[in-house]
């Protein structure tokens, strides 16, 4: 003879099974759940006036009195974690995620720094370059003849000032606004290194030296000196 389930009893097993895994949910997740009201931790830091605010897959974040801290399960009692269903595998998961997260923004930080450090040392570089520029080298006008790529050839002349006279409003004569007078650098074309030249007109510095020579843009030769320059736009 088969034995028959009877209906209600059935509906009362279910019923039964629903309500523990309920209150298992509560427990697990009310963030009113029991705390002790003064608790050290193994680390011996006591708090007072204990209330748990959210139960998390490593740690229980706990009100005091002094705050807000987050006390790891693995610094509670075991009867504490068994109260609020602490997981150790998934906690040490959790605890690997969060690591490499904090060793990725260690060395994000650390390489940013280094990145910060390098641009500033080239900043302080580059001004230190344009300085003596404009310090020591020669101020030119040049004509451009022909851009080439990092430059051009040009035809330059060195700018100079020179004392003018003028007369007061009483007819005395006294010293004007000096004159800018163009005088050719070179008797023929030479070559500046320079970037983003463009037009035909080009105002800069020229580094007193040539540092080589190049060829003729007309194919001519090979002895067409060549000068660093700065154009005036890169100085303050």
Sequence with gaps: ?????NYRKMRGFWIFIYLAMFHFQVVAQNPDVEFPSEFTTK???TLTNC?????????LIVEHDDGIA???FFDVSK???????????AAMDKYRRDLKVQRDLKWKRFWEGQEHE????AREQREKFLKTAKETWIPIEADIQQVKSGGAYV????ITFVPTKTKSALGFEIDGPPRKKLVPFQPRVIFIEAPGITGKKWLGYLEPTAHGTTNHP???GNDIPMYRAVARTEIK
């Design 218 to 220: 007309q194919g001519i």
């Design 118 to 121: 390098s641009k500033m040392a």
């Design 51 to 59: 209330k748990v605010k959210r139960v998390e897959t490593d740690a």
């Design 79 to 89: 009867e504490l974690q068994d109260k609020h269903g602490f997981d150790p595998v």
């Design 70 to 72: 987050k006390v790891s």
């Design 1 to 5: 003879m088969v034995k028959v389930w």
């Design 43 to 45: 680390k011996g830091v």
């Design 155 to 158: 035809a330059a002349s060195r």
